[in-house]
């Protein structure tokens, strides 16, 4: 009751109001027919004759609707039919399309490389330009050689083989002047860059997202002297723009009193008397470079641009150059770590970078720009992983080229694809770490399909699956010497000493004689 009064309150107008509905019902009702008898009269003119039709019975009843059904079925399915044709027919055009863009894409790409590669031989600048073309000299040298020993024979081959000694002569004269030309172009930059980062202002991300820039005395008095250094360059000028050129450097320089800006100041008087006498642009040359060098030097003292401190690569302190000091082989002389390289496993020093790359002109000429690219893609790919993949990054071009070379016969497994620019190692399987156990050289179409595979063994079968394995035992087997990748190799190395088969090179390259070029190395017997 309490509950009642607390809920619902009694003067409302809910208590107070009666509802009402309205229902509607049919009653029922008595109906009569009258037919024609004696005494009365009824018309038949409405009336109907019904005449009974055939009897049909349950069972044929069932039968005629089975074979409406079938014939509804029939037309349904071969409305599917006629979408599923369809699609097919949409796929199969989308197939070619993707085909014909794909096809005119690597013609492009392949285009462009060339493009790119020919343009690197026609103008090298960089080492690896240089390295492309004495590897297409050496290229060129081997085959006249053949051509020589296959035409002629006698005193006739060695006349023509003194030929082709003069002839390359000549041809790596003509590489050593553009290099020279390289040279002075990479130094023209390599100077413009240092300018340019000396001047550049201080650069932070403010607490807005947006970068602020700020300019510090030392950067304002960098790019004074960049400005001064740049006027100095310049060329074709008249006699009284060049003597405030050199009035300007002069009291730049003159803040500071040292033998530096002793000699400056010297050579800038110089320079200024010749040109009052009227002497000749092209006598002035030498006194001119002189000057930009020894006011370039000045730049790059730290007491005159503070600036330079932090670019300059020589430490301040010459005592730490007495650090880290090694012997080459090559040269005799002793120079710091940063000049030698140091393969993966190298067990000595060896010869510095100059004595290998004097080498590599000379006897060797080899080209690793294709590696190189190659192992750029499965570095960036093995970091999409994001699983900690190390191995990748402590091997270099010439590790790269051996497994691609002489393990995997430079061709892609499945298609046979030899060209290196297509090609990729990826993971054999994607759970465990790339190394040179746990990849498959495939061309770049194929390792996306394998990328997908969760369980590459049941999807290729076991004897696909027998020569990669082969393989992987081959590359363990020689990169397990290595000192950087012993720690990956695991306790069990049994599996490395695992002898192959008498007909293992059967097995691994299906009989051909392509992989003739491979020199594989012994595998010996497990103990």
């Known amino acids: 009751k309490q509950w009642y009064q607390r809920r619902v309150a009694i003067t409302a107008g809910e208590t107070q109001t009666v509802t009402t509905k309205n229902i509607r019902s049919q009653t029922t009702s008595d109906t009569s027919t009258q037919m024609t008898k004696t005494g009365c009269w009824v018309s038949d003119r409405q009336d109907k004759v019904i005449i009974p039709g055939q009897y049909v019975t349950a069972d044929e009843k069932f039968s005629y609707m089975l074979k409406q059904v079938i014939v509804l079925q029939s037309y349904f399915r071969r409305w599917k039919a006629q979408k599923y044709v369809n699609s097919i027919r949409q796929d199969h055009i989308r197939r070619i399309e993707w085909e014909k863009k794909e096809e005119e894409r690597k013609r492009k790409e392949k285009e462009r490389r060339l493009k790119v590669e020919y343009?690197?031989?026609?103008?090298?600048?960089?080492?690896?330009?240089?390295?492309?073309?004495?590897?297409?000299?050496?290229?060129w040298r081997r085959e006249e050689i053949e051509n020589i020993n296959a035409t002629k024979s006698g005193p006739e081959r060695k006349a023509a083989l003194a030929g082709l000694m003069d002839e390359e002569t000549q041809l790596i004269a003509s590489i050593q002047r553009h290099k020279l030309i390289a040279k002075q172009e990479v130094g023209k930059r390599s100077k413009r860059k240092f300018l340019e980062k000396c001047a550049a202002p201080k650069e932070w991300i403010g607490f807005d997202g947006m970068p602020t820039h700020m300019d510090t005395p030392y950067t304002m008095r960098a790019k004074d002297l960049k400005m001064t250094y740049e006027s100095l360059e310049k060329r074709y000028l008249t006699r009284e723009e060049r003597l405030d050129i050199l009035l300007q450097l002069k009291l730049?320089?003159?803040?500071?009193?040292?033998?530096?800006?002793?000699?400056?100041?010297?050579?800038?008087?110089?320079?200024?008397?010749?040109?009052?006498?009227?002497?000749?642009?092209?006598?002035?040359?030498?006194?001119?470079?002189?000057?930009?060098?020894?006011?370039?030097?000045?730049i790059k003292t730290p007491l005159f641009n503070a600036e330079a401190a932090n670019l300059l690569r020589v430490p301040e302190d010459p005592s730490s150059l007495r650090k880290n000091i090694y012997y080459c082989r090559g040269c005799g002389n002793y120079l710091p770590s940063t000049d030698f390289e140091l393969t993966t496993n190298a067990r000595s020093i060896g010869r510095c970078r100059k004595c290998k790359n004097l080498d590599s002109e000379g006897r060797l000429r080899e080209d690793f720009s294709r590696y190189?690219?190659?192992?750029?893609?499965?570095?960036?790919?093995?970091?999409?992983?994001?699983?900690?993949?190390?191995?990748?990054?402590?091997?270099?071009?010439?590790?790269?080229?051996?497994?691609?070379?002489?393990?995997?016969?430079?061709?892609?497994?499945?298609?046979?694809?030899?060209?290196?620019?297509?090609?990729?190692?990826?993971?054999?399987?994607?759970?465990?770490?790339?190394?040179?156990?746990?990849?498959?050289?495939?061309?770049?179409?194929?390792?996306?399909?394998?990328?997908?595979?969760?369980?590459?063994?049941?999807?290729?079968?076991?004897?696909?699956?027998?020569?990669?394995?082969?393989?992987?035992?081959?590359?363990?087997?020689?990169?397990?010497?290595?000192?950087?990748?012993?720690?990956?190799?695991?306790?069990?190395?049994?599996?490395?000493?695992?002898?192959?088969?008498?007909?293992?090179?059967?097995?691994?390259f299906g009989g051909k004689k392509k992989e003739e070029k491979l020199v594989l190395p012994p595998l010996t017997e497990a103990k």
């Open 119 to 139: 343009q690197r031989r026609m103008q090298p600048l960089t080492k690896e330009d240089f390295d492309l073309v004495y590897h297409a000299l050496e290229l």
């Open 252 to 298: 730049t320089v003159k803040e500071h009193d040292c033998k530096l800006t002793k000699d400056i100041v010297e050579l800038i008087d110089r320079e200024a008397d010749l040109l009052m006498r009227g002497t000749k642009e092209s006598n002035l040359e030498g006194l001119r470079q002189r000057i930009s060098s020894l006011f370039l030097q000045y």
């Open 372 to 508: 190189r690219s190659l192992l750029h893609s499965i570095r960036s790919t093995e970091e999409s992983y994001n699983d900690g993949s190390k191995i990748i990054f402590l091997l270099t071009e010439a590790d790269l080229r051996y497994l691609a070379e002489n393990i995997w016969g430079a061709q892609s497994v499945l298609s046979q694809w030899e060209d290196t620019y297509d090609l990729t190692l990826v993971r054999w399987n994607r759970r465990l770490e790339w190394s040179p156990w746990n990849c498959v050289l495939l061309t770049n179409e194929e390792a996306r399909a394998h990328s997908k595979l969760t369980k590459p063994e049941e999807a290729y079968g076991p004897v696909f699956t027998q020569k990669i394995k082969y393989r992987h035992i081959l590359g363990k087997q020689y990169f397990s010497s290595m000192p950087k990748l012993a720690d990956y190799m695991g306790k069990n190395l049994q599996s490395v000493n695992m002898p192959l088969p008498s007909n293992a090179e059967k097995v691994m």
